[in-house]
């Protein structure tokens, strides 16, 4: 078996699971809404490896047969970045559901169809008699316009590589159960954008299209695709598995009512009351000496019933008393980090990082809204009022 021979039959596998795999995915009740976003990224990326194996193979060698290609976009990539980015956001939060304005970052697919429209242009135009039928230019700026498309298909891609890598940055703290697997396919994502980089630059010059495909063809893009489908719909699968499974465990394990109530009262108390999150030290251990509480029940009370770990339990704490202190008199004397400090936080840097995540706004930021519409309340004689 020749090489040629050898890298279209990894690419023709490729596509056999990847159509398998994207419709156990979408149909599968396992973490719906994520398994059906991986399962059209998935899709996309197969029916691409599908028409570059047809070509190779000769499917489209026919007359009628390559003209309906031409009329059927197959080579769709603009929705595998957004698609990517919302199965990222999908797996960790479970309550996700893009709104209408995130379904707007699909429309850039209008690039994938140029070719496709102007295949329905030459088309209709010469059935209704209002262009000759000389498909030879139209041939031409078909090929020409599928070089040069690929160029906002790259930048897509990197964009939202780039936009879930900074989304995945901002819960690294909470290593929330799925995120290593999320990290890695960003990051293998992260590495095609450099190979197609790679390709691309020499592919849209003229002078180096001809010879980039007559000499690599298209394969050094296709074997990292194929790589993809084989990576994504396996693991994909069994990770979506994994996390069913650890859900349904959870859930067996769940505390008794009575047990919740009387931990999370301790927990209130003890930070409320003997404030141990002025301790920038402090860890779960700790606070289960201190309550007398087990860890695991802590941790178990503080997931399943406050929707937090314990590290944003301890930092609510802290960001809330550091917005007394700041909004308190005389504290335009002072400095960030000192109050920040004094609430017990161990570094700048990890209070600027959290108090962005608590409240969406940096501190000085913060200051300025409450600055401002302080100024509003006391500047209004109906609100004075009241």
């Not at 009575?258 to 999150?277: C, P, S």
């Amino acid at each position: 078996m020749s090489m040629e021979r050898f890298l279209q039959t990894i690419i023709l596998l490729g596509v056999v699971q990847g159509f398998i795999v994207s419709n156990l995915l979408f149909f599968s009740r396992r973490l719906r809404r994520p398994n059906r976003l991986l399962a059209a990224l998935i899709f996309l990326l197969t029916l691409a490896s599908f028409c570059l194996y047809g070509s190779y193979i000769g499917w489209f060698g026919s007359k009628w047969l390559n003209f309906l290609s031409n009329l059927i976009p197959m080579i769709v990539v603009m929705p595998v970045g957004p698609l990517l980015y919302f199965y990222v956001r999908a797996f960790l939060d479970p309550e996700f559901k893009p709104g209408k304005r995130a379904w707007l970052q699909f429309l850039p697919v209008i690039i994938d169809l140029g070719s496709t429209l102007i295949a329905w242009v030459f088309v209709l135009g010469v059935w209704t008699g209002l262009l000759k039928n000389e498909p030879r230019p139209w041939a031409d700026a078909i090929d020409t316009y599928n070089v040069y498309c690929d160029i906002p298909r790259w930048v897509s891609l990197v964009v939202y590589v780039t936009l879930t890598l900074r989304y995945l940055q901002g819960q690294k703290q909470k290593r929330p159960a799925g995120f290593r697997w999320l990290q890695q396919i960003t990051l293998g994502f992260a590495a095609f954008a450099g190979i197609w980089l790679v390709y691309l630059v020499p592919y849209v010059i003229p002078e180096y299209t001809g010879w980039m495909l007559d000499h690599l063809d298209w394969y050094p893009l296709y074997i990292p695709i194929t790589l993809l489908i084989y990576w994504l719909g396996i693991k994909g699968y069994l990770v979506a598995w994994e996390q069913q499974a650890a859900e349904k465990k959870q859930e067996a394990q769940l505390l008794p009512a009575g047990v919740v109530d009387t931990a999370i009262e301790t927990l209130k108390n003890t930070m409320e009351q003997d404030r141990l999150y002025l301790n920038t030290a402090l860890t779960l251990q700790m606070v289960a000496q201190h309550t007398g509480l087990a860890a695991k029940t802590i941790s178990a009370v503080l997931n399943q019933h406050l929707h937090k770990n314990f590290n944003e339990f301890i930092n609510g704490y802290r960001v809330a008393l550091f917005k007394e202190k700041l909004l308190a008199d005389g504290a335009e004397q002072l400095t960030f980090a000192g109050i920040a400090l004094d609430c017990g936080f161990s570094s700048p840097a990890t209070f600027q990082r959290v108090f962005k995540q608590v409240t969406g706004m940096s501190p000085s930021a913060f200051r300025k809204n409450y600055a401002e519409s302080a100024g509003q309340y006391h500047s209004d004689p109906d609100l004075n009022s009241i």
